[in-house]
C-alpha cells in the first residue's frame, strides 16, 4: 500500500470517530433509546424535539461517560409512570424540569445546554458531576433543588437568572471553584438552603438580593474566602451557623435587615472578622454567635437586645473592654465572655438580673469591674473564675457597697470602691475631662481616635471619631448628670470615666 494511500484511509478513520463521538438526534417524547439504535459510542449529543423522563434514563443507563449534552433544541414534557420507577422512587416528573438524578455521579460530564424553557433544577440532578464546569440557558429558571449541583467541584459558573424562587438544601455544596456568586438580579428569590454553597472553598464574593428573607443553617459555612457581606433589608430569619468558619470573613453588614435573633454559631471561628453592624431589630445574641472571632476588638449591640447566650463572645480574646453592653440587656449566658483575655475593664449594665455560669471566666486583664446594678445581679457557678479576681477593683454605687461586699462571688474582689464624683475605672493620666457649663471638655496629650458617652443605665448618648487633641461634647440634650465616659487615644490607650456634670 502507498504512503498516499495510507494516509488518507488514516484521516477518513479519523473523521469517522470524530462523527462518531458526537451524536445529534431530532426525537419525540420517549424516542431516544430507538433513534440511538444501540450506539452509545458518542461522547458530545445534541437532542431536538421534545423528550420526557424516558430518554433522560436511557442517557443515565448506557451514556454515563457522556462529556456534553446540548439539549437547548429540545423541550421537557411532563410524564407519568403506572407501572414502573424511574431515577429511583419516582413516578411523576413535571415538564420542564430536568429530572431528580438525572446526571447523578457523570464523572466526565463537562458542559450542559438546558432547554430554554426549563423552570426547576430536580433533587440531585447534577450532583458529583466532578468535571462540570459550566451550566448554560438558565435564564428561565425558579426552582434548584436539593443537592442539584452538590461536589461539583470543577463548577465555575452559573448564572443565576430574574426568574430564579428558591435555591435547595446543599445546592452547591462543596463547589470549590465557584469564585464569584452575584443573585442580586434575582428579584424573586426568598429562600437560600442548608448549606446552599457551604464549603465552596474559592467563593470570594457574594451579593444578595432585597428580598432574600430566608439564609438557612450554615448555608455559607466554610467558605474560606469571602472577606465581606451585606445582608439585603428583607431578611427576617437566619438559622444556624450561616457563616462559620468563613476564615478571611473581615466585615459584615447587617443594619438594613429585620431579624430579631443573631442565631447560634452564626459567626462562629470568623478569625478575622472585626467589623459588624447589627440591626437595630434584634434581641438576642445566640449560642456561640460570635465564638473565637479572635480578630474582633469592639462591637455595638443595639438597645435592643435583652440576652446573650452562652458562649455568644467565647474567645474573643482581641476584644478590648467589654463595657459595650447597653441598657435592655437581662441575661449573659453561660460562658459568655470566656478567655477575653485583652479586655482590660468590664461595665454591667443595672438592667442584668442573672449571669450564668463561667461568664467571664478567664478574663485575666479585666483589672476593673463596674456595676451599675443597685441589686447586685444573680450568679451562676464560677463566674468569675479563673481570673485573679481577689487583684481586680469592683465599682459599685455608693448605696449598694454593703450589699456587694456581703454577697458570695461579687465579694471576692479583692478592692470594692463606691463610685462617687469622677471615678477613674482605667484611665490614662495625660486625659483630662472637665464640664464648662453643659460643655464636656476632653484634652488628651495623644490624639484622640474614638470617644463615648453613656448613661450609668449603659445607654450609649454620644460617639465620635474626632481624630484630634481635644474635643467638646454638648450634654444639654440629656437629662441625667451622671455618665460614664469612654475615651480611646492614638495606640489603643483607653480612659473610661465616671463623670458628674455640676452646672454652677
Not at 420526557?52 to 434514563?57: G, K, N, Q
Not at 429540545?74 to 410524564?79: E, Q
Not at 459588624?276 to 469592639?298: D, H, N, R
Request: net charge negative.
Amino acid at each position: 500500500m502507498c504512503k498516499k494511500t495510507f494516509s488518507f484511509l488514516m484521516i477518513m478513520c479519523v473523521a469517522m470517530m470524530a462523527m462518531a463521538q458526537t451524536k445529534s438526534v431530532n426525537i419525540e417524547c420517549g424516542g431516544l433509546e430507538k433513534a440511538l439504535a444501540g450506539d452509545y459510542t458518542f461522547s458530545s449529543i445534541v437532542i431536538n424535539g421534545t423528550m420526557d423522563v424516558r430518554d433522560f434514563v436511557c442517557i443515565n443507563d448506557n451514556a454515563t461517560n457522556i462529556e456534553s449534552i446540548d439539549l437547548s433544541g429540545c423541550s421537557i414534557m411532563s410524564y407519568d409512570s403506572r407501572d414502573e420507577q424511574y431515577l429511583g422512587i419516582h413516578t411523576h416528573f413535571e415538564a420542564d424540569e430536568v429530572p431528580p438524578s438525572a446526571f447523578l455521579g457523570f464523572l466526565n460530564l463537562r458542559t450542559i445546554v438546558l432547554p430554554a424553557d426549563v423552570k426547576s433544577i430536580g433533587e440531585g440532578a447534577f450532583a458529583g458531576c466532578e468535571q462540570l464546569t459550566s451550566v448554560q440557558n438558565t435564564s428561565s429558571i425558579e426552582k434548584i433543588g436539593n443537592f442539584s449541583f452538590s461536589g461539583c467541584v470543577a463548577l465555575t459558573d452559573v448564572e443565576m437568572p430574574a426568574t430564579l424562587r428558591r435555591i435547595g438544601d446543599y445546592a452547591f455544596d462543596k463547589c470549590a471553584s465557584l469564585e464569584q456568586l452575584d443573585l442580586s438580579p434575582c428579584g424573586q428569590l426568598t429562600y437560600i438552603g442548608v448549606r446552599a454553597f457551604a464549603q465552596n472553598t474559592h467563593l470570594a464574593t457574594v451579593k444578595l438580593p432585597t428580598p432574600l428573607a430566608t439564609i438557612d443553617d450554615a448555608a455559607f459555612a466554610g467558605c474560606k474566602e469571602l472577606t465581606s457581606v451585606v445582608m439585603p433589608a428583607g431578611l427576617k430569619r437566619m438559622g444556624e451557623g450561616v457563616f462559620a468558619a468563613c476564615s478571611q470573613l473581615t466585615s459584615v453588614d447587617m443594619s438594613q435587615c429585620n431579624i430579631e435573633q443573631l442565631p447560634a454559631w452564626t459567626f462562629s471561628a470568623c478569625s478575622l472578622l472585626s467589623n459588624v453592624e447589627l440591626p437595630q431589630t434584634l434581641t438576642s445574641i445566640g449560642e456561640g454567635a460570635f465564638g473565637y472571632c479572635v480578630s474582633m476588638q469592639k462591637i455595638a449591640l443595639p438597645a435592643s437586645v435583652n440576652r446573650l447566650h452562652d458562649f455568644a463572645f467565647a474567645g474573643c480574646c482581641a476584644m478590648k473592654s467589654l463595657e459595650f453592653m447597653p441598657e435592655g440587656v437581662e441575661t449573659i449566658g453561660r460562658y459568655a465572655f470566656y478567655h477575653n483575655t485583652s479586655a482590660t475593664s468590664t461595665i454591667i449594665p443595672r438592667t442584668v438580673t442573672y449571669i450564668d455560669d463561667h461568664a467571664f471566666d478567664g478574663c485575666i486583664s479585666s483589672v476593673n469591674f463596674y456595676s451599675f446594678r443597685e441589686m447586685p445581679a444573680d450568679l451562676g457557678e464560677m463566674v468569675f473564675a479563673n481570673m485573679d479576681v481577689e487583684n481586680k477593683t469592683l465599682h459599685v454605687e455608693t448605696v449598694s457597697l454593703s450589699i456587694y461586699e456581703s454577697m458570695a462571688q461579687w465579694s471576692d474582689f479583692g478592692t470594692i470602691n463606691p463610685a462617687t464624683g469622677t471615678e477613674e475605672i482605667e484611665a490614662d493620666s495625660q486625659v483630662k475631662v472637665m464640664f464648662e457649663h453643659y460643655n464636656l471638655k476632653v484634652v488628651a496629650s495623644r490624639e484622640i481616635e474614638d470617644i463615648c458617652l453613656y448613661e450609668t443605665s449603659g445607654m450609649m448618648l454620644h460617639t465620635a471619631q474626632p481624630r484630634a487633641n481635644e474635643t467638646v461634647i454638648d450634654t444639654r440634650a440629656y437629662a441625667n448628670n451622671i455618665y460614664v465616659l469612654k475615651i480611646t487615644t492614638a495606640g489603643g490607650n483607653q480612659t473610661v470615666l465616671k463623670v458628674a456634670r455640676v452646672i454652677r
